[in-house]
């Protein structure tokens, strides 16, 4: 058995002992040769010592390597030498403490194993980056095996069978398998039709691939090696039981699955499937074969057969798999075409055939659908309408159509629409080549509900011409005829357009209607709702970037609310909502506001407290009295020439003032109290050149 990946005649059994090591290919260089030893190379049978022989070993029987190194070195690799070259060698990327013993196991599995092997421990100095020779040994490999005659485990070849997976295992324990084809039997005691029981000894959640296909299903076709098993396992109740150890030996056995040996013959104008013939070719048209293979075979035969018993073998060979094709020009005899595929793999074969007839060359007919046509359009939940497509011959020949009988729909998801068809007798009309014509459905659909529909459209046609003085086209015979095929996806909307809205405390309702105007450290709030449910997004555009409000789904005819403080710099804002409904319909709609710079004004205002008369001076006594504020604010808006007009608004509220005064005579005082209000500066006009609006 070879290992794929390194292409050596021996197998690894189980990994370093301890610690794992990465295999890699170093390419084979020349040695240098250091005088004395600087390490050692022996096996479980001897070979210690500098250039020491070991013994002889079986084909199959493990082989331990121990190794060490007196010095620093990197990389180790074994090489090794037999009858027929030397193979790839084993290196591993590993920098060895000195005076540490490794160890790996490996055996030989091929006839041609057998004879005298050099086996070679070489390394990279790590001083100076030499590659040396560290040590070397003999061993011989025999074809002597051994054999028992107990019911007890054995460690030889093994078995190997294929068979039938007889139940439906939901673990790799407890597999029963009918046996249907021995490959491996050493103790020669099964048969087909024997039953084997199959564990597989590891945890199910992390099977090492690739020794194992996994799962196995009741039915599934598997091919068996194991080196541990016992014949007449429990009582004779399965004629065989074996195991397969994958963590700790990895190539002491596997399961595989075997595919189905499949083939299948056709052409480019059909018969796939098991023998299915296929159509029509006219003498000049190229002919395209084809052969599908399930997978690689070890021959593979594709052949012609003409009339008259012509014989064309189109190919014959080994195939890796796929699909094997090849062409060709129809030509002389006329009549019917075979084509048979053959693949045979081991013991597997697999056939098929397909046919296809060679006729003169006739009149052609083809035929497409250009346009397709939706009246009324869009579509709602509810509506009726009509389908209608043009129709351009696009062949050598004139053809038959009628409109409407000849005209067919279906549609995806079939519960999506409901037809509404009526009775139309319009005779078929010639289309001559390269002429177009209108056909559509007789009648109407109705769509029931919401979301893409896709119609597929066929308009079909027979070679023929109108006879003179008559007004129906009529098909020549023998008949030859054609078709057109048309996919259309269709959106039908919800009976209700769907909508969403985003706007302020101040203003923007409507669709893409701006806001008002704030300043900076003003409160505000943002609305936002949609006509029905749906998953939004909502952000804010600054001028410092974007900032995101919500994100998830609402519901429909709610409105929601976000509320914060403008924080500077001044500037737009533009709020922002992308939405998109249950049935994948988007909407959008935005609002601006602009924020300027706030500037502080101070008003003062004086309040006067007037102080009672107390019997104790000494005292200290507290007035509250109420005055009149009056505050004026200037705010700037856009007009149409823009240009700046002033508008301004007076407020006027109450405010409570509460001075403290102390008392030391029988007199009036008079206080003041300096206020601080805050207000958009008259200096700071807003001017915008144009509307910002975005549709996104």
Known sequence: MQLPRWGCRF???????????????????????????????????????????????????????????????????LRFIGPYGEVSPLCMTLAPEPGKTYNIPIYFNEERDIGEWTIILEATLEESNERVEVDRLRIWITGETTTT???????????????????????????????????LDPGGRLSPGDMAHLD?????????????????????????????????????????????????????????????LKVDAYTDRGGQGPNVPDGTYYVGERVIIYCSVSSAVDELTVILYKPGGEKLVLHHGSWPGGVFQTSGIAGYPLGERRVVCQARRGNSFAEDETTYTVRERREECRLEITDVFIDPHPVRVGDRFRVSVTVRNIGSSSVCISPHLDFHIEWYPRDSLKAHPLL??????????????????????????PGIVTLRITVSGCVGHTPPGETCCGCESPEVSCTATKEYDLEILPREEFKVDIWTDRGGQGHLEPDGTYYVGEYGEVYFEANRRAYVHVYEEYPGGIIKLYEGWIDGNRVYRISGTYKAPPGDRLFVIKAEDEYGHGAYDECL????????????????ST??????AEETTYTTVHVWTTTT????????????????????????????????????????????????????????????????
Not at 241 to 250: K, T
Not at 426 to 441: H, I, K, N, V
Not at 593 to 608: D, K, P, R, S
Not at 611 to 616: A, G
Request: hydrophobic fraction near 35%; charge should be negative.
């Open 611 to 616: 102080i009672t008369e107390t019997e104790y």
């Open 11 to 77: 197998i690894v059994i189980a990994s370093l002992l301890v610690i794992a090591l990465t295999m890699v290919i170093y390419p084979i260089v020349a040695q240098v040769l250091v005088p004395g030893p600087i390490g050692d190379l022996w096996t479980d049978k001897g070979g210690q010592g500098y250039n020491v022989d070991d013994g002889s070993y079986r084909l199959f029987e493990t082989i331990v390597f121990h190794f060490k190194f007196d010095v620093r070195v990197l990389d180790p690799c």
């Open 424 to 449: 139309c007798g319009t005779p078929p009309q010639e289309l001559p080549p390269g002429g177009e014509m209108g056909a559509g459905y007789c009648g109407s659909l109705e769509a029931l509900k």
């Open 200 to 260: 597989i000894a590891v945890d199910p959640e992390n099977l090492p691939a690739p020794n194992i296909d996994w799962p196995l299903h009741k039915g599934d076709r598997v091919e068996i090696y194991a080196r541990h098993y016992e014949y007449g396992y429990r009582n004779g109740q399965y004629d065989i039981c074996v195991w397969v150890y994958l963590m700790e030996y990895p190539y002491d056995g596997y399961v595989k699955k075997l595919e189905e």
């Open 593 to 608: 506001v602009h924020v300027i710079a706030e500037e502080t004004v101070t008003t003062t205002i004086t309040t006067t």
């Open 149 to 183: 005659t107990t019911t007890t485990t054995t460690t030889e070849l093994g078995v190997k069978f294929r068979g039938i997976v007889w139940n439906e295992p939901s673990q790799p324990y407890d597999v029963i398998v009918k046996i249907d084809e021995i490959l």
């Open 633 to 696: 604010k200037t705010k700037w808006v856009e007009s149409n020439a823009y240009t700046t007009t002033t508008v301004t608004r007076t407020t006027t509220t109450w405010t409570t003032v509460t001075t403290t005064t102390t008392v030391t005579s029988t007199s009036s005082y008079t206080s003041s109290a300096a206020i601080a209000f805050t207000a958009i500066p008259a200096t700071a006009a807003f001017l915008k050149a144009r509307r910002r609006w975005r549709k996104k």
